[in-house]
């Protein structure tokens, strides 16, 4: 059984993926469409960010735990493996061509229903078992602390993307 401690954690886990639609319309509004769509190097553009995080909330995080929920101990494809490969989903979809404003109503309306799912857990839901494919035996809260580290690498990612929007603008008001 999870003790009182675990769930207070994962009040504050599940919390802290409620901040993140905010956090990224904050950071959205603060750049351009040309800004959206700027790449450094391999990392994804600000757009490609955000599609990418609709896509893996849509197809990945919300059907996780929907099944981690309904069925016994079900066994989930990794996300991190080939065939979901991030980079590559990025331009077989054309991400960067996305309209950005829809791709984070999506993104935000998926989170709802997914923290819809995980804020009135239990004990025994909270602890209820899937064999994550490349990871092993996982548990939802597992799973929810795979989301928020998730959720912490895009935001940090595209804080950086703000940052360097915010010096090209002093710099070209030069």
Same mark, same amino acid.
């Given at each position: ?37 700027? $790449? ?7 757009? #490609? ?20 929920? #309904? ?28 309209? *950005? $404003? *829809? *791709? ?21 839901? +909270? ?5 994550? #494919?490349? +990871? ?5 809260? $597992? ?5 928020? #580290? ?25």
């Amino acid at each position: 059984m999870i003790a009182c401690m675990a769930l207070h954690d994962l009040e504050r886990l599940i919390k802290f993926l409620g901040q993140t639609p905010v956090v990224l319309a904050s950071l959205f509004q603060q750049l351009s469409q040309a800004d959206l769509n700027l $790449k450094d190097s391999d990392e994804f553009s600000a757009l #490609e960010n955000i599609c990418h995080l609709r896509g893996i909330e849509i197809e990945g995080y919300g059907e996780r735990i929907v099944r981690i929920l #309904e069925e016994d101990s079900p066994s989930l494809p990794d996300l991190a493996l080939p065939d979901l490969d991030g980079a590559l989903l990025a331009i077989e979809r054309d991400y960067n061509n996305q309209d *950005a $404003k *829809a *791709a984070l109503a999506d993104f935000i309306d998926a989170r709802s229903r997914n923290l819809n799912l995980l804020k009135d857990l239990g004990p025994n839901q +909270v602890a209820r078992e899937a064999t994550l #494919e490349g +990871v092993g035996v996982i548990t939802l809260e $597992k799973l929810i602390e795979l989301m928020v #580290e998730h959720d912490q690498g895009h935001v940090a990612e595209l804080q950086t993307i703000s940052r360097r929007s915010q010096r090209r603008s002093k710099t070209s008001a030069v």
